[in-house]
């Protein structure tokens, strides 16, 4: 019935196989509606159906029928968003990173801690065994 499909105004990732229903359509920010060109038999009705590309993401069907056959073509549609940085002062108030200090009787209470730490493991690592 169709037998061939090529998106105009998007880069559909696979090549177009009539056994295939799913395909993934990748389209830039400002498209509207997706443009096609069908290669498909005689008396063969093609409908588009969902084509306005309102969000990032849509789905679009393309209905395809003849006399009693009718096969549904779904298209994931997906718009590239590009984020553009209007100035160095947003990249710069990302890297910003708060200081913290930090009270000079935490950092000898922790020393001494590790110390008192070490100091334990190594009497019992090296204790003298008492020989009856």
Avoid: P, R, W
Avoid at 2 to 12: A, E, P
Avoid at 111 to 120: K, N
């Amino acid at each position: 019935m169709l037998n061939d499909l090529k998106v105009l105004n998007g880069n559909l990732e696979l090549s177009f196989n009539n056994l295939n229903y799913e395909y993934t359509v990748e389209v830039e920010e400002d498209i509207k509606k997706l443009e096609f060109s069908f290669k498909y038999d005689d008396g063969v009705n093609i409908e588009v159906i969902d084509n306005d590309l309102k969000n990032i993401d849509n789905i679009v069907y393309i209905k395809v029928s003849k006399e009693n056959e009718e096969d549904i073509y779904t298209l994931y549609v997906h718009k590239k968003v590009t984020n553009e940085v209007t100035g160095i002062d947003l990249f710069k108030s990302s890297l910003d990173i708060e200081k913290e200090e930090i009270a000079l009787y935490k950092v000898q209470i922790l020393g001494i801690s590790i110390f008192l730490i070490i100091v334990i493991i190594f009497c019992l690592l090296f204790k003298k065994k008492k020989i009856k």
